[in-house]
């Protein structure tokens, strides 16, 4: 009996580190789980936290990811301090040292990333201002490249004996990037020089990407609501210099969004930040060819 | 109109002067036709002047329309608009007791100052000042319904605490959390505390964790989860938890371990062994006042493994779905008291936790939250023999046989964050009665409700009512009414699930 206990005991501690011939990956956004996805093909497992239609600033530290932690083999989180509320808790009790800063399943996006809007001052009074600059360069289509990339060279570390099926992996994505910003830069041609209004700082790397002009955001701060005079005199401004498109997130206060749209005779296009956050965006390439097809028409209209 | 109106005039004018003319003297034609290209001037630069003031109206007249039209669409917004004025500073706002982190990453720790401040009024009197109590038997002789430390200690104000917090990995190891607490009573007394200091590994094999130092035990979903006051979703600490826990709740010098089980779910055994003395073991070996239940309480050293305070927990959680999560606990802890040599106290709990928060939620908002715990203590109250002696009178002995004091006790919460930043809640605190003559022991309920204003993560408002049914009580029922006010500076650790 003491001897069955034992073995079991044994059995339980050591199996998940055996188990799995394929690379556990735990990827905290689902756009970062999508790129992982292509470039691990059959030899990982991936599994993202935060989907695009989920505010990653605020995702529970729940009990069941510190579970997931706990057996990845490889940790890839956005970095710049966007899941800085809950998933240093997490590695913390997660006791795996494969994920730990510094290990080489640790894969931070934001590596190698030109950031924008980073803060000369950290001064909370200005908002949530992020100190390493905006996180959400997830949206610019391009830096899926550079993310690739990083995600490829902790993959080749973590599994050498697969490196040049996920390098062979790598350039498939890369050459199928390459071609669909070629087809969405043409798609976003037209729209060159749109003057738009956002929710959040959310869009600031896309509107780059495609030549598009952020006049102001609904939050007069990041993460501060913004209020009745604030909103007023953004809905003059976005009148007088013909703002013809809102982009807001699913889980923002909509009221706020149709307000302004009504008033300033502005659409409002509600969309996911990122992949999965609707089954038309549920991969890296769906999502920006859906999110893309969105904006087109709703201007076009 | 204006243009021919001026016409009209020169044209009198004119004939006035020719008139003038005929009547004196010849007609200085030259003179005429001067004063002709006079009025012509003039006429001109009234034109100009009118054209500008129309101009300046109209101006005037957009600017105005604009206004109201700003005006028309603040009072619009209103409606729709969350925010009365945008503050000045940020209100990022994760939900009450989320976790979050701001800030950090940039110095090898994370350095944090909490304050947390109430005001109010209680139809009870308040915890006298400690001095004043030296003689007699109770510290909280009078004030016998807030037994928290960091619980508003009377009508007036009370710095609940000011909580310094020192975060962050010491090395590739281990991690180190410092947490230094002070209050001030509502008599001016000031006190400092260390809450916590403790070490946490970070990579130990096997799934084990090792924590040792200072530190809470982690009992209960209160002791795991949420220690720290500032926390807390009310304004003061169950009344099952003071019962059992004394006023600053189970934390003593120690060392623990803790087992993420291999299983598909969350579960985590945690086993600890800390000193079992002090009114931070308040069950346990505690001798900071003369009496418990009537026992004479006498310290004694650590002698034995026995002596020691030891604790376990098994904690577990499933997500239900995405948005439903679950999070149940038991926990035990075992020790010494100091009744009698082997007089023994055991506290067992049961916890359990459900929290629903919408996927697409705004800053955390909506959430609903419920808690519930409850507490079973059995405490050896060891045999006594006692004299009485009183002047010219034989001396009387008492007697006191060996009893087993059994009390139990739970409270009951939901917190409802029903739009952002508002979050209601209400508590029931129930604590079992043993001896209804003694305010550490009687039965009490408390009914709790209260609502909070998080004008951001940093900062929170939270008004709270207390009705209080203790049975020592003379009319049995107290009232409170309480005010709180939160503020957070720098940059602190995240708080668990």
């Known amino acids: ?301 | 109109m204006k243009a021919f109106q001026f016409s009209w005039a020169n044209g009198v004018t004119l004939a006035l002067a020719m008139a003038a003319g005929v009547a004196d003297e010849p007609v200085d034609l030259k003179q005429v036709l001067k004063q002709i290209q006079e009025l012509r001037a003039e006429q001109q630069r009234l034109q100009q002047t009118i054209a500008a003031q129309q101009q300046t109206i109209e101006t005037l007249q957009k600017q105005v329309a604009a206004a109201e039209e700003k005006q028309k669409l603040a009072a619009e917004a209103a409606a729709v608009a969350t925010s009365p004025q945008t503050p000045q500073s940020p209100s990022l706002h994760p939900p009450p007791t989320s976790s979050f982190r701001i800030g950090g990453g940039r110095a090898y720790m994370d350095i944090s100052t909490d304050v947390l401040v109430a005001g109010g009024w209680s139809s009870e009197p308040g915890i006298k000042h400690a001095h004043e109590h030296e003689h007699e038997t109770h510290r909280y002789g009078d004030g016998t319904l807030p037994r928290g430390h960091h619980d508003p200690q009377g009508s007036g104000f009370t710095l609940q605490g000011l909580e310094l917090a020192f975060q962050g990995a010491v090395d590739p190891y281990v991690r180190g959390d410092v947490f230094v607490s002070m209050n001030v009573d509502n008599h001016g007394e000031t006190t400092v505390e260390l809450e916590e200091a403790y070490l946490t590994t970070l990579q130990m094999p096997w799934n084990l964790q090792l924590k040792g130092g200072q530190f809470y035990t982690e009992f209960g979903r209160l002791g795991t989860s949420m220690p720290h006051p500032h926390t807390w979703d009310f304004v003061d600490q169950p009344v099952i938890w003071s019962r059992m826990f004394g006023p600053d709740g189970l934390r003593n010098p120690g060392a623990r371990v803790s087992w993420l089980a291999p299983t598909p779910f969350y579960l985590e055994l945690f086993g600890a062994v800390q000193n079992s003395k002090g009114e931070s073991a308040y069950s346990f070996m505690n001798t900071e006042e003369d009496e418990f239940a009537g026992r004479t309480l006498t310290d004694r050293d650590y002698e034995r493994a026995e002596d020691l305070l030891y604790s376990t927990r098994l904690q577990s959680s499933f997500d239900l779905t995405r948005e439903h999560t679950i999070s149940v606990g038991a926990s035990a802890a075992f020790g010494p008291n100091p009744t009698g040599e082997h007089a023994r106290t055991s506290i067992h709990g049961a916890d359990f936790y459900w929290k629903w928060r919408p996927t697409q939620h705004d800053h955390g908002w909506p959430f609903v939250k419920w808690t519930t715990e409850a507490l079973w203590r059995d405490y050896d109250l060891a045999p006594q023999v006692r004299g009485h002696h009183h002047e010219g009178a034989e001396p009387e002995i008492e007697i006191l046989p060996g009893e087993s004091l059994r009390d139990w006790g739970f409270y009951n919460e939901v917190a409802w964050g029903f739009k952002r930043p508002w979050v209601a809640a209400f508590r029931v605190d129930y604590a079992s009665g043993y001896d209804n003559s003694d305010p550490l022991l009687n039965q009490r309920w408390r009914f709790s409700p209260n609502l909070t204003y998080y004008f951001s993560e940093f900062s929170k408002l939270r008004l709270q009512y207390n009705a209080d049914m203790a049975k020592h009580l003379d009319d049995q029922i107290a009232h409170g009414l309480w005010v709180q006010f939160e503020f957070l500076l720098g940059s602190h650790g995240a708080h668990k699930f």
Request: aromatic share 8%; hydrophobic share 45%; net charge neutral.
């Open chain 1, 1 to 301: 009996m003491k001897r069955m206990l034992t073995l079991l005991i044994v059995a339980l501690v050591v199996s998940p580190a055996h188990a799995a011939s394929k690379l556990n990956v735990v990827a905290t956004l689902e756009d970062l789980a999508s790129i992982a996805r292509f470039v691990g093909g059959d030899d990982v497992a991936v599994t993202g936290l935060c989907h695009g239609g989920q505010d990653a600033h605020f995702l529970d530290a729940k009990p069941s990811y510190l579970v997931k932690l706990n057996r990845a083999d490889v940790l890839i989180e956005n970095g710049g301090d966007l899941e800085t509320g809950w998933l240093p808790l997490l590695v913390d009790g997660a006791r795996n040292r494969r994920i730990l800063r510094g290990a080489p399943g640790r894969v931070v996006a934001f590596d190698g990333i030109e950031p924008l809007e980073v803060p000369s001052k950290l001064d909370r009074s200005e908002g949530d201002v992020h100190p390493q600059g905006n996180p959400h360069f997830t949206l610019d289509p391009a830096n899926g490249k550079i993310i690739a990339a990083t995600i490829c060279g902790a993959f080749c570390a973590c599994a050498p004996q697969n490196a040049a099926r996920f390098r062979a992996n790598l350039g498939a994505f890369e050459k199928r990037l390459d071609e669909s910003l070629t087809r969405w830069t043409a798609m976003m041609a037209p729209l060159r020089g749109l003057k738009i209004v956002t929710f959040h700082r959310n869009f600031s790397y896309f509107a780059r990407r495609f030549g598009l002009e952020v006049v102001g955001t609904l939050e007069p701060k990041p993460g501060v609501p913004p209020s009745p005079s604030y909103l007023a005199n953004l809905i003059v401004t976005m009148k007088t210099e013909g703002v013809k498109l809102i982009l807001a997130e699913p889980y923002r206060d909509l009221k706020v969004a149709q307000f302004a749209a009504e008033k300033s005779g502005a659409k409002l296009l509600v969309v996911p930040t990122g992949v999965g956050g609707n089954a038309d965006g549920s991969d890296f390439f769906s999502y920006f060819d859906w999110l893309l097809g969105q904006i087109v028409r709703t201007v076009g209209s």
